[in-house]
């Protein structure tokens, strides 16, 4: 009897202790995949058609900042801003080389552009 209630016993425990995890009740799932995000894809879209992958990468720096570093720098309140930046072209937030302006872009595509950009921070 005394070995029964022992093994109860540490069943309770085992079963008691479970995970560490939280269950969420379904559909309050919180996503972090941001390439569902109508601003990343319309973004990736035109830095795509344009030639700023000429300079820059992602996550490693090229001739310019890479846009992981650009986003951890920046917050949202800077998105027009740096799309005037990107139009009107710029030198020495990142040093001495200057990035070419690009005057056919619209401050709507300069700016989604951005936006696309600063989303990468996470």
């Not at 559909?27 to 995000?37: F, K, L, Y």
């Not at 820059?56 to 720096?61: A, D, Q, R």
């Not at 005037?84 to 990035?99: D, L, R, S």
């Amino acid at each position: 009897m005394k070995k029964y209630f022992i093994v109860i016993a540490a069943a309770t425990v085992i079963a008691a202790c479970g995970s560490n995890e939280t269950k969420q009740a379904p559909g309050t799932e919180q996503t972090t995949d941001i390439s569902s995000n109508p601003d990343y894809q319309k973004g990736l879209a035109l830095i795509a058609k344009s030639d700023c992958l000429t300079c820059h990468k992602v996550s490693e720096k090229l001739v310019g900042p890479a846009y992981k570093d650009v986003a951890k720098k920046y917050s949202e309140k800077y998105i027009t801003t740096l799309a005037e930046k990107v139009i009107k072209g710029g030198q020495g937030n990142w040093g001495a080389i200057p990035m070419q302006p690009h005057p056919t872009l619209s401050q709507a595509d300069a700016e989604q552009m951005v936006k696309y950009i600063l989303l990468l921070k996470n």
